[in-house]
Nanobody, 126 residues
């Protein structure tokens, strides 16, 4: 069983930066694909970024060049550094983990992924 706890959300002005974190329990963190999703009010949950256990990184097109995903396996923690934030980036950001890498699962809303956190709210003021 893996528990995921997000932190670091908050209010930031457009153009600003924020880093959200996801702390995971369990001793097999390094073997999981870890990633981020977000969901804005009235919208579907959408994929943001993923970091596989093999070290491959994937991003949604709308965050390329602005967001950076990273992970520290020694600390069982994953991060999402968000720069040049826009009002449309405002959402609840969720951390997810899966024992394997399946691009289709991640790219289509994350349905069926093994573990989820409860989310952290990011608000971007214009």
């Amino acid at each position: 069983q893996v528990q995921l706890v997000e932190s670091g959300g908050g209010l930031v002005q457009a153009g600003g930066s924020l880093r959200v974190s996801c702390a995971a329990s369990g001793r097999t963190f390094s073997s999981y694909t870890m990633g981020w999703f977000r969901q804005a009010p009235g919208k579907e949950r959408e994929f943001v970024a993923a970091f596989t256990s093999s070290g491959y990184v994937y991003y949604a097109d709308f965050v390329k060049g602005r967001f950076t995903i990273s992970r520290d396996n020694a600390k069982n923690t994953m991060y999402l550094q968000m720069n040049s934030l826009k009002p449309e980036d405002a959402a609840v950001y969720y951390c997810a983990a899966d024992r394997s890498w399946n691009y289709k699962k991640w790219a289509t809303g994350g349905h069926g992924l093994d573990y989820w956190g409860n989310g952290t709210l990011v608000t971007v003021s214009s």
